[in-house]
């Protein structure tokens, strides 16, 4: 098995395997390995063997949502491969299966010998991490049982439970112990001269609580089929832009990813809902900031996914203070988990609220839904929900007492919860970090601006309520002019990063910059001077605008927030770029972009080096991206709103 993996998404499921199309069940690494399912591991081996050898990979598995691969006996140049095994693997809604067809190179009858050792651990994803965390499973217990086609294993710790099914046809001639917990299938296939045999593996995944009627589908090809339907479906009545091949390249791969990045939800009533994930592998699961951004992104193409997060965010949002999740009445969650740990309370998130600027981005979505498509039922519907946001704001995140929104580190969870929340991002030019204590963030404030406005609009025009309507415009006002006073560093002629507890400023040149313009924060001066220095060499690659501008003691172009590039951030400073009518610096960065991803298969990744293009040419990979990210993915639609296909 090799260092590399292929993802299989669709929905909330995906595959990991190596280049043979194996998962050998390995821990640490870039990313997990296996079939997961709701955040746990329903198999963890699958490998295969032929005459009790591991074959060669003569075709490794390419990109693409169905895994083909080629193999063939080893051997030498002097004896041609007795026969060649084709595979293929796609995965839907909880299931995985394989076409495995072995055909003859030789004039004679042949027997091959045909062995499957597979395996569910039922591991969850936070064990898998490379953090060197472990977590007692008290009274776990696993379990094995031979089927007539195949194989059960079952999981149970107290109420938990969970079991992956693994049937295949033919049915196997034997079910063999490995000793190791795992089960071998096995086969004697007898092939005619030139001939072929196919195999037909079906694997179901179980997760606790899974009461739904499931189908494994009848063979990979099946399986594509419905994947081509939801990415039409997906694309249908999008206008790509015909004067910029490479963005409506980018857009249709963008479209096809968030296709497949589709995750089931509940809204307040007990609806179904489908919403996009933050990303595979590690984050195929409801983020807040992440699927607001997505939906406001594809909203003026694609209006579903920013109703259905909405939604889906409204019947999640806290109702009391929660310690432990930093939740507090009328905030917007940040992620929500569905795996034995956070069941079980080991991890903190299976409703976690530890962000700043969810609340206030779910605000801004909601006005915007009603802008861009004039259905004010939503926001009828949502209007207790919108001031019970509000009043988080002024409240318990800090607009009314400190005059911002705040946030603390979370000892069990995110030290930083703004959109830059690894440990260290939030810092001076020269790396060090703010004393411990309240964040003020400068982002977030942007966010705040927008959501009172926003939302003061619809309290005039939907729910028609003046008074309130005036107390947050003026709210909003107070927040302009307090934000230009304390924030804008004129020795930089730019502002910081945030403020600390003393209302210091972090002095960092940061990406943030771009968001103020995207939310209106700035006046006009002020905006179109950050919009300018965020092109100049020390902020832009060539690719597009660095988290932190180089140059800086704190620059790392391998850091994941202080000095990588990443699409979504760019699209937010491309759309701000665009408001203060900054159009050259708008398709500049736009044409960055657009020519990482062409260089990427039409694909933007989670993040990327802050390399410049002037000394490497092609886009550097960030070593721990997600590949499929649903910012990202909707990072070329935004970028087509912002500077059109021209």
């Not at 299931?95 to 010998?113: D, G, H, K």
């Not at 919860?417 to 404030?445: E, L, T, Y």
């Amino acid at each position: 098995m090799t260092d590399r993996h292929h993802l299989l998404v669709r929905g909330g499921t995906f595959a990991a395997v190596g280049d043979s199309g194996d998962i050998s069940g390995r821990r640490g690494g870039s990313s997990p390995d296996g079939l997961f399912v709701r955040d746990a591991r329903h198999l963890s081996r699958w490998q295969l063997t032929v005459d009790g050898a591991v074959p060669e990979t003569l075709t490794p598995v390419g990109d693409g949502d169905t895994a083909r691969c080629v193999l063939v006996p080893r051997g030498g140049r002097q004896e041609p491969p007795a026969y060649t095994l084709f595979r293929e693997q796609a995965v839907s809604d909880s299931a995985f299966v394989e076409a495995l067809r072995v055909t003859s190179n030789r004039p004679v009858p042949t027997t091959v010998r045909i062995g499957l050792t597979v395996d569910a651990d039922f591991t969850d994803q936070f064990e898998l991490r490379s953090d060197f965390r472990t977590y007692a499973k008290t009274g776990a217990v696993r379990r094995r049982e031979v089927l007539d086609d195949g194989v059960e294993f079952s999981y149970r710790r107290g109420e938990w439970r969970s079991c992956t099914t693994v049937t295949a046809e033919p049915a196997p001639d034997a079910v063999e112990e490995t000793g190791t917990g795992a089960r071998r299938l096995v086969w004697a296939l007898d092939l005619e001269p030139h001939g072929s045999v196919e195999l037909t593996l079906r694997v179901m995944a179980r997760p606790h609580g899974d009461r739904r009627p499931l189908r494994v589908p009848a063979s990979p090809a099946a399986l594509t089929h419905q994947v081509l339907a939801a990415e039409g479906e997906f694309m249908e009545g999008v206008a790509f832009p015909t004067g910029w091949p490479e963005l409506a390249a980018a857009c249709a791969r963008g479209l096809a990813d968030l296709a497949a990045l589709q995750v089931p939800a509940t809204g307040p009533d007990g609806e179904n809902l489908r919403v996009p994930a933050a990303g595979a592998p590690w984050f195929l699961t409801l983020l807040g900031r992440d699927a607001l951004l997505t939906s406001l992104f594809t909203l003026p193409y694609r209006p579903e996914p920013a109703a259905a997060t909405l939604l889906a965010l409204a019947a999640t949002q806290a109702a009391e203070v929660g310690v432990d999740a930093v939740a507090q009445p009328g905030k917007i969650v940040h992620e929500v988990r569905h795996g034995e740990l956070a069941h079980f309370g080991q991890v903190p998130y299976a409703r976690y609220y530890g962000s700043v600027d969810a609340t206030p981005l779910f605000l801004v979505l909601l006005g915007a839904y009603v802008e861009q498509t004039g259905d004010v039922t939503l926001a009828r519907r949502l209007e207790p929900v919108a001031r019970a946001a509000i009043g988080w704001m002024l409240d318990h995140g800090g607009l009314t007492s400190r005059g911002y929104l705040v946030y603390r580190a979370d000892q069990g969870g995110l030290s930083n919860q703004n959109w830059k929340d690894s440990p260290g991002a939030i810092c001076s030019a020269d790396g060090s970090r703010p004393p411990a204590g309240p964040v003020m963030a400068a982002g977030a404030q942007g966010y705040a601006y927008d959501a009172l406005r926003r939302t003061a609009a619809l309290a005039r025009t939907v729910w028609e309520d003046e008074v309130y309507a005036a107390l947050l415009e003026q709210a909003a006002g107070d927040l302009r002019d307090r934000f230009q006073r304390d924030f804008w560093m004129p020795e930089h002629d730019f502002p910081a990063l945030a403020l600390d507890s003393e209302g210091r400023r972090t002095d960092a040149l940061a990406s943030d910059a771009g968001h103020l313009l995207w939310s209106g924060l700035l006046d006009k001066e002020y905006g179109k001077t950050v919009g300018r220095r965020l092109l100049e060499p020390d902020f832009f690659s060539g690719w597009g605008v660095r988290t932190l501008a180089s140059g800086q003691p704190a620059f790392h172009p391998l850091s994941y927030h202080r000095g990588s590039v990443w699409p979504h951030d760019n699209a937010l400073i491309t759309l701000g770029l665009a408001r203060y009518g900054l159009h050259d610096e708008a398709r500049t960065v736009a044409g960055g972009l657009v020519d990482a991803a062409t260089a990427m298969g039409h694909r933007l990744p989670e993040v990327l080096a802050g390399y410049g293009r002037d000394t490497h040419p092609e886009p550097v990979p960030y070593p721990h991206a997600c590949v499929r990210e649903s910012r990202s993915a909707a990072a070329p639609l935004a970028l087509l709103t912002a500077v059109g296909g021209a």
